[in-house]
């Protein structure tokens, strides 16, 4: 140890701060894949009896037609929800929500929105959330437990007639479904683009640091 320079020695006593534990970043990687087949087989059930104007590219569609993309939904379905009550059991078992995400505060989002669109927003420490972010993330959270919700009350409106009823009955809850599916795509505009501009967020979800 004595023949090593100072800085290897620095190097070797203070190994990088964990940022993203192991079981953020498993569930995290699963919950993308399996959002990414949800949203293009969810496209589309979508064509086959379309709630607005217009369709969906099948370039750009899981499952060839409606039969194959319903397989692909509700196998992926599974996924996901598993996935999803594992990472909203963990967070609250671990106290990462708390931590991570509370308080959110209007100053705070308001003051922080100022500083990222004047360029201000600093990036150094990782390991906190800023407000915006910190909203957006529970915002999210929200959101797929909604699509969760009612996507169940669509699949069986009559044995879970009362979850139907909840989103005001079963075209309600196809409306629900479809703005839900438009959020967590516009946010995933967002968060790749962020994710892209600050690579060592990235890098910390890969690896951890
Ligand atoms: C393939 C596309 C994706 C990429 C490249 C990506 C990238 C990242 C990165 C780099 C972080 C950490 C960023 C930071 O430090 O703020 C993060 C966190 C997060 N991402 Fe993603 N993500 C993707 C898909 C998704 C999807 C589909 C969702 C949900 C709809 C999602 C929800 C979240 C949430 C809630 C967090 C915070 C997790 C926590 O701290 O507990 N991500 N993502």
Redesign the pocket.
Known sequence: MSSLAASDQRTIATPAKV??PAW?RVV??I??VA??LMIMSGWQIYNASPLFDFKFSSSITLGGWLGGALLWHFAAMWLLMVNGLV?LAL?LATG??RK??LPITSAGVISDTKAALTGKLSHAD?ST?NYV?RL??AG??V??ILIVLSGLGIWKPVQLQYLTALFGGYEAARYVHFFCMAA?VA??VV??A???L?PK??R???IGR
């Open positions: 940022i993203q953020v995290h990687w919950n993308a959002m990414i990472y967070g990462r929500f991570k995400l990782l959330y972010q957006l993330y999210i959270i959101v797929g967590i946010f995933l968060h790749v962020l994710a892209l600050v967020s990235l910390a979800m890969i």
